[in-house]
């Protein structure tokens, strides 16, 4: 009896340590310093991150510099076939990386398996990489001389990623860069660990040489150590935006190229001639999918003239049947939140947003399950103007607001002044309205009847504005090029004429 009343948290055999990856095994890390990694659903404590020095972070990168020359001098085809190898055990494992992702992020499983398979689609276009890293040629620039490119590899790069997609979005860094040739150091989030290490022994599996991939988990220590490491070329950052503007800074002025994706606040825009059961569906989806925690989700519907009344009633007409619970439960549609404090940080706008004069059409907290888990059920917040804080804040919850405003102009002026510029979408029957809308927003990822526009795996992702610092998006095209720096070779060779090679017909140039 005393066993069951003992809270999980409290017994130490539960928590597992979960440690570095450096030179291909795990490394326990010696500085003293860890961070709990909850179960979100049961409120329980399950790991304790070992939190790196500055030393571990500089072991990690030196292994990966001593891999650096081989990897990036293997031939293009093994390469290719170690990526087709990749691909081939993340496909077989989805399910058991997905268990992962839920018992450490709290999302449903179905969409942790939905966070494997975009994942996956990186993994696969990377398969490609002969035909990615092909230069150009041009012959016979001038007389005799000829001018091709080529794109190399930096050297070792490294990777800092958030909470809220532990597998895909290392995969939109280590993919494209191990593909190009490069080694790689990846800082995953702290919050949900794991999902990095499992990625580690995979890619070990498939047949990539130990040192070409490797882990160190911890905070601000080993991110500042990876900022100002001389011996790392290039870090990509996926985060929130006061973190992405600082690795910016403080990894150019390191003399690094640097891609720092930041936070969002996503509008949808639903005009009056739009499908409204079709967008109600939408803005539901896109708000509270894995708990309202993606840089993509809606989190700001746009209503215009008389959409809004019909568009509120079918928004709220749905919310009692999202079931929220344990992502592990078949028919539960939506988790918990990360950790109990982002959880009240959440719920805290509810608050806010009445007390400034929004009204709140659904309440959380009050349709959360019981239990320890860190759960909050959907809020709807209706009549949100921009200056309230549930408006000008990234909530990252399951906290929709709706801005209501007479004119088409008026609600894409509120998008263009918006400061963070991630992803937008419009909903309307009208295709001159919406191609003028692709025309005139302010933000990298646009979807037309479509909420959450994540670009396939062959174009690149990113935002506007303080949705990203730094000029190049990841992953696709632009992540190839992000993780290769160009040369131009231009070539003579000596005129045939003075050769000794008999060619038997006259040789001119
Ligand atoms: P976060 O910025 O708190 O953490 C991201 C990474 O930075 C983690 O690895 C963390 O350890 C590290 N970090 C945190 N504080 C730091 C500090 N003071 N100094 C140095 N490093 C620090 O972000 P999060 O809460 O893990 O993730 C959610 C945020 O990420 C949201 O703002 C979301 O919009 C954003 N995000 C953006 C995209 C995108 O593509 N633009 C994608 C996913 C998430």
């Not at 809020?379 to 921009?386: E, F, I, Q, R």
């Not at 000596?494 to 050769?499: F, G, I, L, R």
Request: proline residues 6%.
């Amino acid at each position: 009896m005393t066993e069951l009343a003992t809270p999980p948290v409290e017994r130490e055999q539960d928590v597992k340590r979960i440690s570095h990856w450096i030179g291909g095994h795990l490394v326990e890390g010696r500085s003293g310093r860890s961070g709990p990694v909850y179960n979100p659903a049961l409120g329980t404590q399950t790991g304790a991150v070992d939190f790196a020095t500055p030393e571990e972070v500089d072991l990690a990168v030196q292994t990966a510099r001593e891999a650096f020359e081989s990897w990036r001098a293997m031939s293009l085809s093994k390469r290719t076939a170690i990526f087709f190898q990749i691909r081939e055990l993340v496909h077989e494992r989805h399910e058991e990386i997905a268990r992962i992702l839920t018992a450490e992020h709290g999302k449903v499983l179905s969409d942790a398996m939905g966070e494997v398979a975009r994942g996956l689609e990186v993994i696969e276009y990377c398969c490609g990489i002969p035909e990615l890293l092909k230069g150009d040629f041009s012959e016979q620039a001038s007389t005799g001389i000829d001018v091709y490119s080529i794109r190399q590899p930096l050297g070792v790069v490294a990777g800092i990623t958030p909470f809220n997609f532990p597998a895909m979005v290392p995969m939109w860094m280590w993919a494209p860069a191990l593909a190009c040739g490069n080694t790689f150091v990846l800082k995953p989030s702290e919050k949900d660990p794991s999902a990095s290490l499992y990625a580690a022994e995979l890619l070990k599996e498939a047949g990539v040489p130990d040192g070409v991939f490797n882990v160190v988990h911890g905070d601000k220590v080993a991110v500042d150590a990876v900022l100002e490491h001389p011996d790392i070329q290039a870090v990509s950052f996926v985060g929130s935006t006061p973190i992405a503007r600082y690795v910016y800074e403080t990894g150019t002025k390191h003399g690094k190229r640097v891609q720092a994706l930041g936070g969002a606040k996503n509008h949808m825009i639903v005009l009056p001639d739009a499908d409204i059961d079709m967008a109600a569906d939408a803005a539901v989806s896109a708000a509270y999918g894995s708990a309202g925690e993606r840089c993509m989700a809606i989190s700001q519907v746009v209503a215009v003239g008389d959409a809004a009344d019909r568009l509120v009633k079918a928004i709220e007409n749905r919310l009692p049947k999202i079931k929220v619970g344990n992502g592990l439960e078949p028919d539960v549609e939506m988790g918990p939140l990360v950790t109990r404090e982002h959880r009240d940080k959440v719920a805290s706008y509810i608050d806010g947003a009445r007390e400034q004069g929004a009204d709140v059409v659904a309440d959380g907290r009050e349709s959360a399950p019981d239990g320890d888990g860190f759960f909050l059920g959907v809020s709807l917040l209706d009549n949100v103007t921009p200056e309230m804080d549930a408006y000008k804040d990234e909530i990252f919850g399951p906290v929709l607001g709706v801005t209501r405003v007479g004119t088409y102009n008026e609600a894409v002026r509120l998008v263009n002044e918006n400061p963070y510029g991630n992803g937008t979408a419009i909903f309307t029957r009208d295709g001159g309205v919406a191609r003028q809308f692709q025309f005139d927003v302010q933000a990298g990822m646009v979807g037309i009847n479509v909420p959450i526009p994540v670009p396939v795996a062959y174009y690149s992702f990113g935002g506007w504005k303080n949705s990203l610092f730094g000029d190049t998006h990841i992953y696709g095209p632009e992540g190839i090029n992000f993780y290769t720096r160009g040369k131009v070779v231009t070539s003579r060779w000596p005129d045939p004429a003075t050769s000794k090679v008999d060619l038997g017909f006259p040789r001119t140039r």
